[in-house]
């Protein structure tokens, strides 16, 4: 059976932070990601990275530099719009901002690019881990198993890792989303190019909106999202295009037919999204050997922006620990669970309340206050 001092479950931005701090600091360790390969699925859109918890994680891990020359210049662009089309707040980006947009996949490349080759596995699937004679022992779907004496739990909000410190699990926050893209939007769909102008939108009504970005390949990706019982995504046929357009745009009634023509003109499939969360706060006791980060420590809704810099400052802190405190592991875990504990805990009460601004009968009155006060 193979034996791994330090195993990362999972190759996410948080787990691949953790891996370069650790290679930084001369720190064995192996990450084991479930997809096949660097570009067996698609990374999502656009990230904001905060200067004072992405970025300063960037810095930890030696890749400020690389990182800033891959920003999407122009992408802090923000528009704010009504249910009739109308513009309400509308700022350029003169690059003076403190949250530069990165596509989450440029930032995922320049963190494996990073890493040693062989540090990550492909492919490798965890179905369970138990601890065992003082190890933690994780088995593979495809029958192998390894030993480790530190496992670390980086593998989102369904954690595999989580049971064993954790008898949370993730519940409906009551926002429903249906991803969707227009591509080559300026000459395709300019009605949508409009809507979106350079950056970031948000076009709302009452409780429900579009939120989306302009992509640095001309697109604009956005999501349809709907305060909402849970089961309305699960009667929607997503295989069939033209019925499921037909039932989110019925969501959209009496909206400006430009608006609307975001869901009845979008390329490809849709994609539902129900959005998760953790309890607000949640923590665990020190469990020996095995430690959470990233969603799969304070999975919380999107809406404060902090779930990737979050996770970036949880893989910086952990690496830094463990650097810190070399050959006293609990040491270090105790050092790095406690301030994660009170930064995700500010974290998901300020997602909570971005959502009850956002999906409001108020909106979008309600952000355009938020973003002039900030």
Same mark, same amino acid.
């Given at each position: 059976?193979?034996?791994?001092?330090?195993?990362?479950?999972?190759?996410?931005?948080?787990?691949?932070?953790?891996?370069?701090?650790?290679?930084?600091?001369?720190?064995?360790?192996?990450?084991?990601?479930?997809?096949?390969?660097?570009?067996?699925? +698609?990374?999502?859109?656009?990230?904001?990275?905060?200067?004072?918890?992405?970025?300063?994680?960037?810095?930890?891990?030696?890749?400020?530099? =690389?990182?800033?020359?891959?920003?999407?210049?122009?992408?802090?662009?923000?528009?704010?719009?009504?249910?009739?089309?109308?513009?309400?707040?509308?700022? *350029?980006?003169?690059?003076?901002?403190?949250?530069?947009?990165?596509?989450? $996949?440029?930032?995922?490349?320049?963190?494996?690019?990073?890493?040693?080759?062989?540090?990550?596995?492909?492919? +490798?699937?965890?179905?369970?881990?138990?601890?065992?004679?003082?190890?933690? *022992?994780?088995?593979?779907?495809?029958?192998?198993?390894?030993?480790?004496?530190?496992?670390?739990?980086?593998?989102?909000?369904?954690?595999?890792?989580?049971?064993?410190?954790?008898?949370?699990?993730?519940?409906?926050?009551?926002?429903?989303?249906? =991803?969707?893209?227009?591509?080559?939007?300026?000459?395709?769909?300019?009605?949508?190019?409009?809507?979106?102008?350079?950056?970031?939108?948000?076009?709302?009504?009452?409780?429900?909106?579009?939120?989306?970005?302009?992509?640095?390949? $001309?697109?604009?990706?956005?999501?349809?999202?709907?305060?909402?019982?849970?089961? %309305?995504?699960?009667?929607?046929?997503?295989?069939?295009?033209?019925?499921?357009?037909?039932?989110?745009?019925?969501?959209?009634?009496? %909206?400006?037919?430009?608006?609307?023509?975001?869901?009845?003109?979008?390329?490809?499939?849709?994609?539902?999204?129900?959005?998760? +969360?953790?309890?607000?706060?949640?923590? %665990?006791?020190?469990?020996?050997?095995?430690?959470?980060?990233?969603?799969?420590?304070?999975?919380?809704?999107?809406?404060?922006?902090? $779930?990737?810099?979050?996770?970036?400052?949880?893989?910086?802190?952990?690496?830094?620990?463990?650097?810190?405190?070399?050959?006293?592991?609990?040491?270090?875990?105790?050092?790095?669970?406690?301030?994660?504990?009170?930064?995700?805990?500010?974290?998901?009460?300020?997602?909570?309340?971005?959502?009850?601004?956002?999906?409001?009968?108020?909106?979008?009155?309600?952000?355009?206050?938020?973003?002039?006060?900030?």
């Amino acid at each position: 059976m193979n034996h791994h001092p330090i195993a990362i479950i999972g190759g996410g931005l948080g787990g691949l932070t953790l891996a370069r701090v650790l290679h930084v600091h001369g720190i064995e360790a192996a990450v084991f990601e479930l997809s096949d390969s660097p570009t067996a699925r +698609a990374q999502g859109g656009l990230l904001d990275i905060h200067e004072e918890t992405g970025q300063a994680a960037l810095r930890a891990a030696g890749l400020y530099d =690389e990182f800033r020359a891959r920003v999407y210049a122009g992408g802090e662009a923000l528009r704010i719009l009504d249910e009739h089309g109308v513009v309400q707040l509308s700022e *350029e980006d003169d690059g003076t901002g403190g949250r530069p947009e990165i596509e989450r $996949g440029r930032l995922r490349d320049l963190l494996l690019g990073s890493l040693p080759g062989g540090m990550v596995r492909w492919g +490798a699937k965890v179905t369970g881990a138990r601890p065992v004679d003082g190890h933690h *022992e994780v088995t593979l779907a495809d029958g192998t198993s390894f030993t480790t004496d530190l496992l670390i739990g980086a593998d989102g909000a369904w954690s595999r890792i989580r049971p064993l410190v954790s008898t949370s699990v993730p519940a409906y926050a009551g926002v429903s989303f249906v =991803e969707l893209d227009l591509v080559d939007a300026d000459t395709r769909h300019p009605g949508a190019a409009e809507v979106a102008g350079n950056g970031m939108f948000f076009v709302l009504g009452d409780n429900k909106g579009f939120l989306g970005h302009r992509e640095p390949d $001309g697109s604009v990706h956005a999501a349809a999202a709907v305060r909402v019982g849970e089961d %309305w995504l699960a009667g929607i046929d997503f295989t069939d295009a033209a019925a499921a357009k037909a039932a989110v745009l019925r969501q959209f009634d009496g %909206w400006a037919g430009h608006l609307r023509a975001l869901i009845s003109d979008a390329d490809g499939t849709l994609t539902p999204r129900p959005i998760h +969360a953790l309890p607000v706060g949640h923590r %665990w006791d020190r469990v020996p050997g095995v430690t959470l980060l990233g969603d799969a420590a304070h999975l919380m809704s999107p809406f404060a922006g902090e $779930g990737a810099n979050i996770a970036l400052t949880d893989g910086a802190e952990l690496g830094l620990a463990l650097a810190q405190h070399p050959g006293d592991t609990e040491a270090a875990l105790a050092a790095y669970e406690e301030p994660m504990f009170a930064r995700a805990a500010e974290a998901a009460a300020g997602s909570v309340q971005g959502l009850d601004l956002i999906f409001t009968a108020d909106a979008p009155r309600t952000v355009v206050e938020m973003f002039t006060a900030a």
